[in-house]
């Protein structure tokens, strides 16, 4: 038994040392000291049990209890808990696939991620905006097959980083109707999102197609400014994000015109749906949110973009 043992730790170590590029004496030692930090942490358990319905996984079996270990150690921000789980995790890559197509997926664009996970990440999208697409399922699957292991490991990584900072899961929110509005509005969706800027994370919100007339053109004439999703778009005090304060959730996206009354409802949700307390902090510090789009799941990598800097008003 010692024997086993001793030669699961030093093969441990030794996938530990590929994955962060470190010596393997230094991999032993870190990961013994995450064994000995981690001891008796608790970090809740949300239900992921959606996850098994997630398109990426290749019809492998996927180990949710495990996910949702990973991401509460993620958003808990425990340094010893991630380094252990993240490790045996390498051994699990249905759950490896699936946890991160549903954090990469569901996003317009991969982001600040490793060369290896971007390129995943477009394949992710693919399946998520044609979940019958067979071929795509199996090229995600076939993917992360291929990886290698400190591969596999940046993809989870990478993923860990959206869960901690996006919530578990990403959210998408929905306007209040179905097809184009009574007045003949398209309506859209919204998904919650952040990304990185000069050093600093800033929240976004990613408009999507939900029916009728919602797209660039629609959003151009709306008057959202082009952007090239570098640097930070334009700033507009007449765009207004609107919030709920008692109950954490987002209300409207609206434009008002110089009287301050509301000039286009752009949208609406259709239920109130708790943010996570990770991008509720981040709205609330930055007091603004960049809101862009239009994003369609299966869309081309790049094509054109609108944005503006909304402000943020507290109800």
């Given amino acids: 038994m010692f024997k086993n043992n001793f030669a699961v730790r030093r ?13 393997y004496a230094e991999a032993l030692r870190r990961l013994d000291d995450a064994r000995t930090g981690a001891v008796g942490h608790q970090h809740g358990s949300p239900d992921l049990t959606f996850l098994t319905r997630e398109p990426y996984s290749g019809g492998r079996i996927v180990n949710t209890d495990f996910a949702a270990r990973l991401v509460a150690a993620a958003q808990s921000r425990c340094r ?3 380094i252990m789980l993240s490790v045996d995790a390498l051994d699990d890559r249905p759950t490896v696939a699936a946890f991160s197509g549903r954090a990469l997926g569901i996003l317009p664009k991969a982001g600040r991620v490793r060369e290896s996970t971007a390129r995943w990440a477009a394949l992710a999208r693919r399946v998520y905006g044609d979940r019958e697409d ?3 399922a199996s090229a995600v699957w076939e993917a992360v097959e291929a990886m ?3 591969q596999l490991y940046g993809l989870l990584d990478d993923a860990l980083t959206l869960w901690a900072i996006a919530g578990s899961p990403p959210v998408v929110i929905h306007h209040g109707e179905f097809g184009d509005g009574w007045d003949g509005g ?8 952040s990304r990185e800027d000069g050093g600093h994370r800033v929240p976004v919100l990613a408009l999507g197609h939900e029916a009728g007339r919602a797209g660039l053109a629609h959003l151009r004439e709306v008057g959202l400014p082009d952007w090239d999703w570098e640097g930070p778009p334009v700033m507009d005090p007449k765009w207004e994000l609107r919030v709920s304060r008692g109950s954490r959730a987002l209300e409207a996206i609206v434009r008002v015109d110089d009287e301050g009354l509301d000039d286009i409802v752009l949208w609406k949700a259709a239920k109130l749906v708790r943010l996570s307390a ?3 902090d981040l709205l609330d510090r930055a007091q603004h949110v960049e809101v862009g789009g239009p994003w369609a799941p299966g869309a081309p990598e790049a094509p054109e973009k609108v944005a503006v800097v909304a402000r943020v008003t507290f109800r």
């Fill in 11 to 23: 093969r441990r170590a030794r996938l530990f040392a590929d994955c962060v590029g470190i010596g």
């Fill in 80 to 82: 010893h808990c991630l």
């Fill in 134 to 136: 067979s071929a795509a």
């Fill in 148 to 150: 290698d292991v400190p």
């Fill in 186 to 193: 398209p309506l859209y969706q919204v998904t919650v999102a």
């Fill in 278 to 280: 990770g991008w509720w």
